[in-house]
């Protein structure tokens, strides 16, 4: 559980993007998404290796 004490003088709004910026620092949405359905491992790896090949095509021929 995430816990954002708000400081002296601080406003809502801002004490709301710090908690924002620290649930996205934790990746537990993505933990979350990736729990949802099961991918067998050839899946996920084959899934790496086509990554990785556009990245190489992408930014590898500079």
């Known amino acids: ?3 954002i004490e708000v400081k002296e003088g601080e406003s809502i ?3 709301l993007r710090r908690y924002k910026r620290k649930y996205q620092q934790t990746k537990l ?3 979350l998404n990736r729990r949802k359905e ?3 491992p050839s ?3 084959r ?7 556009y990245i190489q095509q992408k930014y590898g021929n500079e």
């Open 1 to 3: 559980m995430l816990i």
């Open 13 to 15: 709004d801002r004490a």
């Open 29 to 31: 949405r993505q933990e």
């Open 38 to 40: 099961f991918r067998k």
């Open 43 to 45: 899946v996920q790896r």
């Open 47 to 53: 899934n790496e290796v086509l990554k990785a090949e």
